[in-house]
Each structure stands twice: as C-alpha cells, then as structure tokens.
C-alpha cells in the first residue's frame, strides 16, 4: 500500500519561499506518476504540478508556473516541491498524490494521498 508524508509547511511573507517534501513508502514508483495538489478553504482541490518517476518530466499549472519546481529523488523516493516568490493566494493545504501510470491534473485520478501539509502566506 503506498503511503506519502508531507512536511515543510508553515508561515511565510509574501515575496518568500518554502521547500515542501513527499516521502513515499510502500512499493517501487516506477511506472507512477507524482503530482502536488492543493486546496484554500472554500474552494475545491487544485492541481500545482506533477512529474513522471520512470523520466522526471514534469508539467504545471499557469498558476505556479516560473515559480514552483517539482522535484524528484528516486533513491530516496522524496518528490519535493519548491515554492517560491510566494502571494497570499499560495496559501492552501498541500497534498501529495501518486497514481499508477501517466500524472494527470484532475485529483480524481489519483488513488494515494497524503495528509496534506499548511502554507500560509502572510501580506
């Protein structure tokens, strides 16, 4: 069964940046498509952008694009996400996802989750 584990979430100014890190478990990711979502109050889950684990391509959302990068670390099966030049309209729950095969942008997809991880972005 996978399972992921967020972690680097908290409080930032605007202007500024946090790295977030996914630790999954529980299988071989190859074939596995990553992906980082996320979800502000009131309104639905958003994809941020997602990477292939057999050859590391990766695509975004307009949203986040120039300013977030997805990571990945095959030895130590870590997909991290850097965020950077960060606004008040970043701030969201963070979630990890994984799904067998090809990434795709629409969370239903994605069949493993992790338990999200808060960033908030102060003005």
């Known amino acids: 069964q996978v399972q992921l584990v967020e972690s680097g979430g908290g409080l930032v100014q605007a202007g500024g940046s946090l790295r977030l890190s996914c630790a999954a478990s529980?299988?071989?990711?190859?074939?596995?498509?990553m992906a980082w979502f996320r979800q502000a109050p009131g309104k639905e889950r958003e994809f941020v952008a997602h990477i292939s684990w057999s050859n590391g391509n990766t695509y975004y959302a307009d949203s986040v694009k120039g300013r977030f990068t997805i990571f990945r670390d095959i030895f130590n099966n870590i997909v991290d996400l850097q965020l950077s030049s960060l606004t008040p309209d970043d701030t969201a729950v963070y979630y990890c996802?994984?799904?067998?095969?090809?990434?795709?942008?629409?969370?239903?997809?994605?069949?493993?989750w992790g338990q999200g991880t808060q960033v908030t972005v102060s003005s």
């Open positions: 996802a994984a799904r067998e095969g090809a990434p795709y942008t629409d969370y239903p997809l994605y069949d493993s």
């Open positions: 529980g299988r071989t990711f190859s074939g596995y498509g």
